[in-house]
């Protein structure tokens, strides 16, 4: 039987490559519970390594994927420029393309051969900003890095809270890779809201941005902070607890989810990585893209010669439960709907968890 090529592009080196290390372990579990098989096929992954945003390295390994090593799906994708690059190149080929981690909102609606099984910034930043509401925090000013996704974070959450009769004090846009959060923080001082909303991507940026709001006494201000949950990204959650204890966040993925699903997902991650390795929202994403596959691939429509449009239109209106809940593919955009949960950073049982405490059932991507 001949394998089941998928062609997988991702961070692998540079300042982002842990992300490379949990598409890989998500895929990894997944395959190790399936006999390393997608719809009774051996499976072989090919890995490009695109260290960050990089789009035009994107699409040349996209191509060569699809001209030279013939392969079946194109997946990964961290960051978003990459992913319509990419996207082009799948359209034009007509391979279906796996999103794993992009979250611009617009993906899906420029490649037909996309499908989605991250999530979008809208679609976690809203939830919090209802969520804002609820609580009587009407008077918040934001923080976003200055990039297209920092963009869609600010604009998603500034809607959400002006629908609910909030309003914004503040819009502060700070550049990639900034440092030096003094003048921020300085201008929150006096500005004074109820709260503040930060989105700055995952690594170093939040964990940098909490240090300068607690060693800057921002605390005790009486200023409520929110961010999404790539601030608090579990896989290196560990390393920047203190900082974080007590952040409300909104995601759709939490290490410490209860569901039997995520309790076989994280026992069996712990068994082959050790308690090093934490799986993160970049590793439920590969684990599902596979579980995804195994079904679009394994629906009655998929027999016999069925082609890229026939296993595309099989992705369309998917469902299944995921280690974060049940997730499904939207029947007409093929993006994702899932919960999106508020959670809060807490020390249990000696390790920093982000523990759910409401949700938000099916969200959807609210700008399709």
Known sequence: MRPLRIGVIGSWSGPYAAGGRQFDAGMSVWLAAHNQRIAGRPVELLRRDVP????????????????????????????????????????????????MNAASSGITARC???????????????????WAIQQGLRDVCTVVADYASGVDA???FVSAVTAGGGRIGAMLRVPLNTLDYSAYMLRLRELRPQAVFFFLPSGQMPATFLKFWRDRGMADTGIRLLATGDATDDHYLEGIGELAEGLVTSHHYSFA???????????????????????????????????????????????????????????????????????????????????????????LDGRWINREFERFERVREPAL
Request: charged content about 20%.
């Open 52 to 99: 960050g945003s990089a789009p035009e390295q994107a699409r040349r390994h996209a191509q060569d994927l699809v001209e030279s090593e013939r392969v079946d799906l194109l997946a990964g994708l961290d960051f978003s420029s990459n992913a319509y690059a990419v996207g082009a190149v799948a359209t034009q080929a007509k391979v279906p393309l796996l999103v």
């Open 112 to 130: 037909p051969f996309a499908v989605r099984v991250s999530f979008t910034i809208a679609q976690v930043t809203m939830p919090l900003a209802r």
């Open 154 to 156: 600010e604009s998603a």
């Open 257 to 347: 989810h209860e569901s039997a699903a995520n309790r076989r997902f994280t026992a069996a991650f712990e068994t082959e990585y050790g308690s090093h390795l934490r799986p993160g929202y970049f590793a439920v994403a590969a684990h599902d893209a596979l579980a995804a596959a195994d079904a679009a691939m394994s629906a009655p429509a998929m027999r016999g010669s069925a082609g890229a449009e026939q296993l595309v239109d099989a992705f369309r209106g998917l469902r299944f439960e995921s280690p974060r809940g049940p997730i499904e593919i939207d029947a007409h955009t093929r993006d994702i709907v899932q919960a999106v949960y508020i959670r809060r950073t807490e020390r």
